[in-house]
């Protein structure tokens, strides 16, 4: 592929493992190595074969499923007098536990920071009431879509496409370029899309992956953001806000 995305929103592995072990309900404790070292090794592919530059951890922790799986194919010891061996899982899964406690640490502080914000609020003049829907609206609780939602939606999308297809991108029929330019063209029109949408009205396969390849960059860019009202739910696309200049300060941001 020509077209290669270096993204800094990329979780980590261990974001991974928590996001397969939940996705699924899995049991944390009893985790079924093998099914979720097939789906590791699944993202993993995906990642590789459009060009999203993986960092060696996740490669790294590739290669410890695979060998966790090895161990668990092994027979039992037969010795009597031989200890009761450790389940090849225990260090991962409290690497898993751990990790898991504090990134809900994290993410109380940040909802607390973002409680504070509201406290000494200067106070603003009163929108119109359609801006004040949408805001009501836009309001509710929403889970933002990781990277790996993002992948997921995507894989669901190519579920039926041979692997070749993924070659075909240097194509110029689509431009991630181009995309780009459309998505955010269809965004002043609509205030949020289903990423399923966009996928549906693809011509072809591979338009799909140009699609998702332009939401990727414009989610570097922090142009957009990719939400859910619920986890694992259907994927939406919105604005980010915060990069929207108002008319009335256009003219001072960028003077004649």
Do not use: C, W
Request: proline content about 4%.
């Amino acid at each position: 592929m020509s077209y290669k995305i270096r993204l800094e929103m990329f979780e980590g592995p261990l974001d991974l493992l928590l996001y397969l072990v939940k996705k699924d309900h899995l049991n944390i404790y009893d985790i079924p190595i093998a099914k979720v070292t097939e789906q590791y090794l699944e993202y993993i592919n995906l990642m590789q074969l459009l060009d999203l530059e993986i960092v060696g951890d996740f490669l790294v922790m590739a290669a410890t499923l695979m060998q966790i799986k090895s161990k668990m194919l092994l027979p039992a010891s037969e010795t009597p007098q031989e200890e009761e061996q450790e389940d090849p899982r225990a260090e991962l899964v409290k690497r898993l536990l751990e990790y898991e406690k504090f990134k809900q640490i994290a993410e109380n502080l940040r909802e607390r920071e973002i409680s504070q914000q509201d406290v000494f609020r200067r106070p603003k003049a009163e929108a119109p009431p359609e801006t004040r829907d949408e805001e009501k609206a836009q309001g509710d609780k929403y889970f933002e879509a990781s990277i790996f939602d993002l992948i997921n939606a995507f894989s669901q999308a190519l579920k039926d496409v041979p692997k070749e297809v993924f070659y075909e991108v240097i194509k110029d029929q689509f431009t991630v370029e181009q995309k780009v330019h459309d998505i955010l063209h269809l965004l002043l029109v609509e205030t949020e899309i289903k990423l399923s949408s966009l996928f549906g009205k693809a011509k072809d396969r591979l338009e799909i992956i140009v699609i998702f390849l332009a939401i990727l960059e414009l989610t570097k860019m922090k142009e957009i953001t990719a939400r859910q009202n619920a986890a694992f739910e259907e994927i939406i696309i919105t604005r980010n806000k915060d990069n929207i200049i108002p008319y009335d300060r256009r003219d001072q941001e960028n003077p004649a």
